[in-house]
């Protein structure tokens, strides 16, 4: 199994900056896939940011610009910084990353945090 613990969110004035980070515990392999997701009151769930297994980055317009994401393979950890926040940007956020566990490395498995929220004040 894997855990996935969120940190980061937070209460910021519009314009300001914040840094999530996910951090993936358990018998990891690889992180392949990861993503960025947000819900906001009354919304669907949407997709930030991704870095996808094959390499490269994947940004919803409304971030482009403006939000990051990365990882760091030895830290088994993923973030997404997000700076020039808009009170639009308020929701939680989760991530996701696709996991390949030992003993059966062949198989990825998704898996998602918690969720940390995210508030942008006006």
């Known amino acids: 199994q894997v855990q996935l613990v969120e940190s980061g969110g937070g209460l910021v004035q519009a314009g300001g900056s914040l840094r999530l980070s996910c951090a993936a515990s358990?018998?990891?392999?690889?992180?392949?896939?990861t993503g960025w997701y947000r819900q906001a009151p009354g919304k669907q769930r949407e997709l930030v940011a991704a870095q996808p297994s094959n390499g490269g980055t994947d940004y919803a317009d409304s971030v482009k610009g403006r939000f990051t994401i990365s990882r760091d393979n030895a830290k088994n950890a993923v973030y997404l910084q997000m700076r020039s926040l808009k009170p639009e940007d308020t929701a939680v956020y989760y991530c996701n990353v696709g996991v390949s566990t030992w003993p059966r490395i062949w198989q990825v498995t998704d898996y998602w945090g918690q969720g940390t929220q995210v508030t942008v004040s006006s």
């Open positions: 358990g018998s990891i392999f690889s992180i392949k896939a």
